[in-house]
């Protein structure tokens, strides 16, 4: 539900609609019952596996995980104050506080709220340091050197995507699934369920939500006005389900990352993360149409 995310910008921009109200009024509505749904799911689904796998969770009360050593190499060892914990979380308050959802005469573009919480992290930081300006140029300069190697990567992608999108309807491929789609009668919610298989079945091959979301979501205003249908109703779905997606690849980094801390395969994490998403997708995917009509 990121605001600042640049996924977010291109889905918002495919919608029609502004970050603020693609968030607000469709994206976050749309999540809490997927949320609940999963995390509902999540109990009953372990409890199912603990039984049929006969792990007792009562045998385990005291149990700790022994992580590698190598695990914590780039922990940093500089200690921030506790005040600090307050800073990322500026991006979000502000923007509850300066659109036109919060206080009346204030608002602000999502850009100025980025770096308004990167002018108060500057002055948190001159407080800390004690306007000790080498350390704090030295932290600037990671902050934009982190900014830039996002930004290349979300550059990529897109230039990526537009060039696959383009081909696509170069080969008249993209005429021909929603002239096939309208003949068999799909309308917006079987290309819908079309859309959201595909970026499954790329997100669980390659284990990114990137590759899947950038590909497909340029199409998606020709194929909504085609359909006669609110983009947001094709973007949202497809947005959601690149990323929940994940955790049913065993190519995926945080998949890997996860197995290996918990000295378990790929596959096992996949299991237990396989029947929450699938239940997740589908209550998110209901919820979007209910809150278009």
């Given at each position: 539900m990121a605001l600042l995310g640049g996924s977010t910008a291109t889905a918002?921009?495919?919608?029609?609609?502004?970050?603020?109200?693609?968030?607000?009024?469709?994206?976050?509505?749309a999540g809490f019952p997927a949320l609940l749904a999963i995390g509902l799911a999540h109990v009953f689904w372990q409890k199912y596996l603990d039984r049929k796998e006969d792990w007792v969770c009562?045998?385990?009360?005291?149990?700790?995980?022994?992580?590698d050593e190598a695990s914590g190499k780039n922990k940093s060892s500089v200690k921030a104050p506790t005040w600090y914990a307050?800073?990322?979380?500026?991006?979000?308050?502000?923007?509850?506080?300066?659109?036109?959802?919060?206080?009346?005469?204030?608002k602000?573009?999502?850009?100025?709220?980025?770096?308004?919480?990167?002018f108060c992290g500057l002055v948190a930081e001159m407080i800390h340091q004690k306007m000790n300006f080498e350390k704090i140029a030295a932290g600037t300069k990671v902050f934009f050197q982190a900014m830039g190697r996002a930004f290349s990567g979300v550059v990529i992608l897109v230039i990526a995507a537009s060039i696959f999108a383009d081909g696509f309807k170069a080969l008249g491929m993209l005429d021909a699934i929603v002239n096939s789609a309208n003949a068999i009668g799909l309308g917006g919610p079987g290309m819908s369920i079309?859309?959201?298989?595909?970026?499954?079945?790329?997100?669980?091959?390659?284990?990114?939500?990137?590759?899947?979301?950038?590909?497909?979501?340029s199409m998606i205003p020709t194929v909504a006005k085609s359909l006669n249908v609110p983009a947001v109703t094709l973007v949202l779905p497809l947005h959601q389900a690149s990323s929940m997606a994940r955790p049913l690849s065993p190519v995926a980094g945080v998949v890997v990352a996860v197995a290996g801390m918990l000295k378990a395969t790929?596959?096992?994490i996949v299991k237990?993360?396989?029947?929450?998403?699938?239940?997740?997708?589908?209550?998110?995917h209901i919820t979007v149409y209910i809150l278009a009509m």
């Open positions: 918002a921009e495919a919608s029609g609609l502004s970050i603020l109200d693609y968030v607000f009024l469709y994206k976050i509505p009562a045998d385990h009360i005291g149990d700790e995980l022994i992580f307050i800073l990322p979380f500026l991006p979000m308050i502000f923007v509850v506080l300066f659109p036109e959802y919060g206080i009346p005469g204030l602000l573009h999502i850009i100025a709220v980025v770096l308004l919480s990167v079309v859309f959201v298989l595909i970026s499954v079945l790329v997100s669980i091959v390659t284990g990114s939500n990137g590759a899947s979301f950038y590909a497909l979501v790929p596959f096992e237990r993360g396989s029947v929450p998403c699938v239940v997740g997708l589908i209550v998110h």
